[in-house]
Nanobody
Framework: VQLQACGGGLVQTGDSLRLSCAAS????????VGWFRQAPGKEREFVAG????????LYADSVKGRFTISRDNAKNTVYLQMNSLKPEDTAVYYC???????????????????WGQGTEVTVSS
């Protein structure tokens, strides 16, 4: 499966953005999907994840209550709705997928086999 993330941009504190992760090559319904981010000088970190059929979601504490992950398997796309953005949300955001135990959401980057290119999110204060 190939993944393509888009939707990043430059916004101000408190604004919203919606990232999209579109899949091609295979049905996205076969995969659990996660969003990760990497800020300059920092390690890539888990942001949110969703199981293959959408029944389970998981969020990092830093985004809980502000970000929402969802998926539309008919459109082969996973979304990350980001509200109340803060400067500390500034990072390159990546979507990733794995095809084992897809009913659960896992957080380590090493568990994800497929990665899209990043989309940059910059939140100004």
């Amino acid at each position: 499966v190939q993944l393509q993330a888009c939707g990043g941009g430059l916004v101000q504190t408190g604004d919203s953005l919606r990232l999209s992760c579109a899949a091609s090559g295979r049905a996205l319904s076969e995969y659990a999907v996660g969003w990760f981010r990497q800020a300059p000088g920092k390690e890539r970190e888990f942001v949110a994840g969703i199981s293959s059929l959408g029944g389970n979601t998981l969020y990092a504490d830093s985004v809980k209550g502000r970000f929402t992950i969802s998926r539309d398997n008919a459109k082969n796309t996973v979304y990350l709705q980001m509200n109340s953005l803060k400067p500390e949300d500034t990072a390159v955001y990546y979507c990733a997928a794995h095809s084992w135990q897809t009913i659960v959401v896992v957080t380590p980057t090493t568990n994800y086999d497929y990665w899209g290119q990043g989309t940059e999110v910059t939140v100004s204060s």
